[in-house]
């Protein structure tokens, strides 16, 4: 699908505007600081898409409202005592200096960092995402083949990346998903949630109301799902690694 990006500016709000071949316009705010974008028809002027968003402005402004309320970690510094969260849960970060092999261990509500005395923040913060990684990548193959099962679909591939603005992505033509490693961190009903929708896009690649309808049909609390992410703290350096 052929997309060409450029930004306008809207009432003091810069917006995104992504020209792609579909029917219909969809507008956008994503976290953390309510940033616009909208995906347009390749043929709908630029005249069109301004008086789209104008009339838009008030959802607009209540959504960047919400995100600029929202609670947020503090930045984090990988020290004893910090709060980080596995599955949804509030887990206390021990840090023990050794001299030994560099580790990660959970155990009951703490995460316990190995680490020599001279390994700093930066280093501990990828030992602890790289054990996150491994965490979802884990799990993530009997989760898909479940819902693929249940939807009937297949996917070629399901990769983990750090994203700053979406918790999933779906090529529908590679048939191939991407997964926020952030995901890790929220409850796995949260995780299926976004394996479900990416898998949908294999079905119907808009949001529109078949895309709707199909997952009122495989995960009929979806929305509750989806409020849930929205409103859970978002990670300092987050939004979205």
């Known amino acids: 699908m052929t997309t060409k990006t450029k930004q306008i500016e809207v009432s ?35 005249e069109a898409i301004r008086l789209a968003v104008i009339g838009k402005l008030g959802w607009i402004k209540k959504h960047q409202a919400k ?16 709060t980080h969260y596995y599955q949804g849960k509030r887990h206390r970060l021990n840090i023990q200096l050794h001299d030994g092999r ?10 316990e960092l190995y680490v020599s005395p001279e390994h700093g923040s930066d280093y501990r913060e990828a030992l602890l995402y790289n054990w996150y ?7 993530l193959p009997e ?19 750090r994203m700053k603005t979406r918790w999933g992505t779906c090529n529908p033509l590679a048939r191939r998903i ?13 995780l299926e949630y976004i394996i479900v929708h990416e898998l949908v896009h294999l079905l119907e690649i808009h949001h529109n109301e078949r895309f709707k309808g199909l997952m009122d049909q495989y995960l009929p609390l979806w929305r509750q799902y989806r409020e849930e992410l929205n409103r859970a703290p978002l990670g300092h350096e987050q939004w979205g690694g």
């Open 12 to 46: 003091g709000i810069t917006v995104e505007v992504v020209r792609k071949a579909i029917k219909n316009l969809h507008i956008g705010v994503y976290p953390p600081d309510g940033r616009v974008r909208v995906a347009a028809p390749n043929r709908m002027s630029m």
């Open 67 to 82: 995100f600029a309320a929202q609670e947020r970690q503090s930045p984090r510094e990988y020290i004893t005592g910090e």
């Open 102 to 111: 560099p580790a990660v261990l959970l155990r009951h509500d703490t995460l």
């Open 133 to 139: 990684r491994r965490q979802l990548k884990e799990q």
């Open 143 to 161: 989760l898909v083949a479940k819902w693929e099962q249940i939807i009937g679909v297949q996917v070629t591939e399901c990769k983990i990346k």
């Open 178 to 190: 991407w997964l926020n490693l952030e995901l890790i961190k929220k409850p796995v009903h949260c």
